[in-house]
């Protein structure tokens, strides 16, 4: 965590034009954008980026992968949830931790949605990699990405 303090009050306001403000991962309130708009795989892959996670595990010696969000508002991670099943039609599980909620997407449903991020995602990123390692697991060089996140 970084911590910037002003004690101008000209530089304070002027920033808070830019969203920056106090303990905003718990104001966070969902973007606003035309539902016509091809954002949303954006907003979850940077979101991810961020403050998200990627993670590979074993289960009976299988390699699996585990795709989660977190944030202090749990209005973001409930628009988020609603906004990836409502297109990709998969469900994710919900925990809260302090003042915490995490959205974690597990197995087949970790799959789809790296499938579907992977186009928007930069070289070096948590996503590109976990992709390029389940492409090689799958022994494919390219894994299907007939419908994405709008």
């Not at 530089?11 to 034009?17: E, G």
């Not at 969902?30 to 708009?37: G, M, N, R």
């Not at 990627?54 to 508002?73: A, D, P, T």
């Not at 988020?80 to 959205?103: D, Y």
Request: aromatic share 10%.
């Amino acid at each position: 965590m970084v911590e910037v303090r002003f004690t101008s009050k000209v530089i304070a306001k002027s920033i808070k034009q830019f969203g920056i403000v106090r303990k905003k991962s718990l104001t966070l309130s969902p973007p606003k954008f035309s539902q016509s708009s091809n954002v949303l795989a954006f907003i979850i892959a940077g979101y991810i980026e961020g403050d998200g996670w990627v993670r590979k595990y074993y289960q009976r010696n299988n390699k699996c992968f585990c795709i989660g969000l977190c944030s202090g508002s749990k209005q973001f991670i409930e628009w988020a949830h609603n906004e990836i099943k409502s297109q990709l039609g998969i469900t994710g599980s919900f925990s809260t931790k302090q003042n915490t909620v995490s959205l974690k997407y597990s197995n087949s449903a970790s799959i789809t949605l790296l499938e579907r991020l992977y186009p928007v995602s930069n070289q070096n990123s948590k996503i590109t990699k976990a992709y390029s390692e389940l492409a090689t697991i799958t022994g494919q060089d390219k894994l299907e990405t007939s419908s994405r996140l709008k």
